[in-house]
């Protein structure tokens, strides 16, 4: 199944849902930056809920989200637009923690620290909103951040599954937001419908769809508004690295280039290589005089 969210207003448009199916690129996220179990589990679910806060914007606007609880896996950075497209970076991939046979995703992010989220609405300069980290499993702390910055309650669903070989083949999401108009008797019945489900990860196991995801939460009192296809996809190249290189100025480009050997620049979202010989720095010093 190709991996794709879904966007739905439920119980007269007081509340809106979207769910999410991640598997196939939170895998290959874990190929790029080769995570283990543990970090694998909490990349994945920060990508997932990543890609549902960017769906929640609108053209060419972008989300960066930071999240450095202090554990060992140490700071996860995603970058998102609001077509579901997606990149990220872990610092310390090689980490895995298990307790009581589960994934001790809190343990390995760790609570001593903050999500920041970074938006750039194209209008006007990117500013910041913060919240402290409550619990390191992710989806408490989104949900305590859509309170706490944003002044909106709601309830945060994410899950990753992976096999004795490592490999991620569950993962997905929701979030749901409670609208203005939305009743005590709406929110005991999301509260219920949802305390009865499955994990997340466990009905994607399953084969269940976003759609069906949506179903469980709401039974059927809801209107499908969207699809939007989810992708990992780096948007690094030679000519942004280079440009890279002439920021840092003539002093220290004449620097690289008396080293006298090429210099090797790896992105840190797709890990792709990008090698600059002796004379391509000489000709980048020119262009900084310039």
Request: aromatic content about 8%; charged content about 20%.
């Amino acid at each position: 199944m190709n991996d794709y969210l879904i966007k739905a207003y439920a119980f007269n448009g007081t509340v809106r849902i979207y769910a999410a199916s991640t598997t196939n690129l939170v895998e290959e996220a874990r190929q790029i930056h080769g995570t283990w179990p543990a970090a694998s589990a909490a990349f994945g679910r920060l990508l997932t809920a990543s890609l549902i806060m960017g769906a929640m914007y609108k053209e060419d606007q972008m989300l960066t989200i930071r999240i450095d609880g202090g554990g060992p896996i140490g700071e996860m950075v995603t970058v998102v637009d609001a077509h579901g497209t997606i990149k990220g970076t872990i610092e310390n991939p090689e980490v895995h923690i298990s307790q009581k046979d589960k994934l001790a995703v809190g343990m390995v992010v760790g609570t001593n620290g903050f999500i920041h989220v970074t938006k750039d609405i194209k209008i006007r300069d990117t500013f910041t909103s913060s919240a402290k980290l409550q619990t390191g499993e992710i989806a408490d702390d989104f949900t305590y951040y859509f309170a706490a910055s944003e002044q909106i309650p709601s309830s945060v669903g994410l899950g990753v599954l992976v096999n004795e070989n490592n490999e991620v083949f569950a993962s997905g999401g929701f979030i749901l937001q409670l609208m203005p108009g939305a009743t005590e008797e709406t929110i005991n019945k999301i509260e219920i419908n949802i305390q009865e489900m499955k994990p997340i990860s466990e009905l994607i196991n399953e084969g269940l769809k976003p759609e069906d995801i949506i179903q469980l939460i709401t039974l059927g009192d809801h209107e499908f508004i969207e699809e939007m296809p989810l992708v990992y996809r780096c948007d690094c190249s030679r000519n942004r690295f280079e440009k890279g290189l002439i920021s840092l100025g003539q002093k220290e480009l004449d620097q690289l280039s008396n080293e006298g050997h090429p210099v090797q620049i790896t992105c840190q979202f797709c890990k792709k290589h990008y090698e600059f010989s002796i004379q391509e720095i000489l000709d980048l010093v020119d262009l900084a005089k310039k």
